[in-house]
T-cell receptor, first 111, second 113 residues
Framework: SQQGEEDPQALSIQEGENATMNCSYK?????LQWYRQNSGRGLVHLILIRSNEREKHSGRLRVTLDTSKKSSSLLITASRAADTASYFC???????????WGAGTKLIIKP | DGGITQSPKYLFRKEGQNVTLSCEQNLNHDAMYWYRQDPGQGLRLIYY???????QKGDIAEGYSVSREKKESFPLTVTSAQKNPTAFYLCASTMGEDRAEAFFGQGTRLTVV
């Protein structure tokens, strides 16, 4: 069920910098979601973008969606140490009740 | 507060032993999922269930079994046939065809001793 791909696999930046991670998917979708996972914990939903939207904002998060390229990006602005986590994208295929997950980007924010 | 509860948080299994991981939700969600996560890796789907008394195999179902007798509960049994069960197990649930937001439990870390 892991069709999505994310890059980079790992990203290490200084606190205060912006972090960008990308997700690609293969099937047609109704929406694309981004999640955060702190080490040893469950995933937490961050933001959802629908297939008819191109960009969405939530606080320091900005998500874009390009359905022609089957890709999405998540931008975290003014990063903080607390943003250190793994970030995953997920898409619900129209054909079944699964969620297709990307491999994840491990983000490290250096103080 | 609504949410998903997984128990136990840590579980130790002896070789050849079956163990059952609990997952309970009070969100009134229809669909529930079990994932396995190995260190530094993504999520791999074990089983999922859309409705009560129905479930489907995911990508790595061999050596695992599930039941869905109640909407709120989706226990996972790791059988002795699973040769490498040491991993982090996550349960999740979603509502509706949109699956717009998955809620996750805090996970169970299973170790074979």
């Amino acid at each position: 069920s892991q069709q999505g791909e994310e890059d980079p696999q790992a990203l290490s930046i200084q606190e205060g910098e912006n972090a960008t991670m990308n997700c690609s998917y293969k099937t047609s979708i109704n929406n694309l979601q981004w999640y955060r996972q702190n080490s040893g914990r469950g995933l937490v939903h961050l933001i959802l973008i629908r297939s008819n939207e191109r960009e969405k904002h939530s606080g320091r998060l900005r998500v874009t969606l390009d359905t022609s390229k089957k890709s999405s990006s998540l931008l975290i602005t003014a990063s903080r140490a607390a943003d250190t986590a793994s970030y995953f994208c997920a898409t619900p295929p129209r054909s079944n009740y699964q969620l297709i997950w990307g491999a994840g980007t491990k983000l490290i924010i250096k103080p | 507060d609504g949410g998903i509860t997984q128990s136990p948080k840590y579980l130790f299994r002896k070789e050849g032993q079956n163990v059952t991981l609990s997952c309970e939700q009070n969100l009134n969600h229809d669909a529930m999922y079990w994932y396995r996560q190995d260190p530094g890796q993504g999520l791999r789907l074990i089983y999922y269930s859309q409705i009560v008394n129905d479930f489907q195999k995911g990508d790595i179902a061999e050596g695992y079994s599930v039941s869905r007798e109640k909407k709120e509960s989706f226990p996972l049994t790791v059988t002795s046939a699973q040769k490498n069960p040491t991993a982090f197990y996550l349960c999740a649930s979603t509502m509706g065809e949109d699956r717009a937001e998955a809620f996750f439990g805090q996970g169970t870390r299973l170790t074979v001793v």
